[in-house]
């Protein structure tokens, strides 16, 4: 089935469901492949499960900004990321998951490694994910907290 979604070509997000443990798995090699940004920007996955996203952003010099703190952007990045990967793991099996509203709060620069964990406050129509980033310290340096929808792919051809 070929669906579109506002002219960009949907694949269908496989997500499997483990009957013994009653829960929805998806593996990081799923989410590259779904959402290439994600290891565009170098997310690497630690934990994903529906209760919670776990994942790490190395700092790196292309990704600072002045002071050598990794740029604003880069954390929404890996926050949006996160949050996107817990929504989808939280919705209906085959729906692909999009950003309605995103709130970030920086707290503090992170000068090192970073981990984002992301868990679902609200699952519905539209599920809240708050996202926590820490740095290698685990001092907290940036909070997210993002309204998440899921769509449906509809069957179509391109227009």
Same mark, same amino acid.
Request: aromatic letters at 4%.
């Given at each position: 089935? #070929? +669906?579109?979604?506002?002219?960009?070509?949907?694949?269908?997000? #496989?997500?499997?469901? @483990?009957?013994?443990?009653?829960?929805?798995?998806?593996?990081? %090699? %799923?989410?590259?492949?779904?959402?290439?940004?994600?290891? #565009?920007?170098?997310?690497?996955?630690? %934990?994903?499960?529906?209760?919670?996203?776990?994942?790490?952003?190395?700092?790196?010099?292309?990704?600072?900004?002045?002071?050598?703190?990794?740029?604003?952007? +880069?954390?929404?990045?890996?926050? @949006?990321?996160?949050? +996107?990967?817990?929504?989808?793991?939280?919705?209906?099996?085959?729906?692909?998951?999009?950003?309605?509203?995103?709130?970030?709060?920086?707290?503090?620069?992170?000068?090192?490694?970073?981990? +984002?964990?992301?868990?679902?406050?609200?699952?519905?129509?539209?599920?809240?994910? %708050?996202?926590?980033?820490? @740095?290698?310290?685990?001092?907290?340096?940036?909070?997210?907290?993002?309204?998440?929808?899921?769509?449906?792919?509809?069957?179509?051809?391109?227009?």
């Amino acid at each position: 089935m #070929t +669906a579109w979604v506002n002219d960009v070509k949907l694949t269908p997000l #496989t997500i499997s469901f @483990d009957r013994s443990s009653r829960v929805l798995t998806l593996d990081a %090699e %799923e989410v590259y492949a779904l959402a290439p940004y994600a290891k #565009t920007l170098g997310v690497v996955f630690d %934990e994903i499960s529906a209760v919670s996203v776990r994942a790490t952003l190395a700092h790196d010099h292309s990704l600072s900004t002045v002071g050598g703190g990794l740029h604003g952007g +880069a954390l929404m990045g890996l926050a @949006d990321v996160c949050a +996107a990967v817990c929504a989808a793991l939280n919705g209906p099996t085959g729906a692909a998951p999009a950003t309605v509203e995103s709130s970030t709060y920086f707290l503090r620069p992170a000068h090192t490694d970073v981990v +984002a964990t992301a868990v679902p406050l609200r699952v519905g129509r539209n599920t809240v994910v %708050e996202v926590d980033v820490h @740095d290698a310290g685990g001092e907290l340096c940036a909070r997210v907290t993002q309204v998440v929808t899921t769509v449906r792919p509809r069957a179509g051809s391109q227009p």
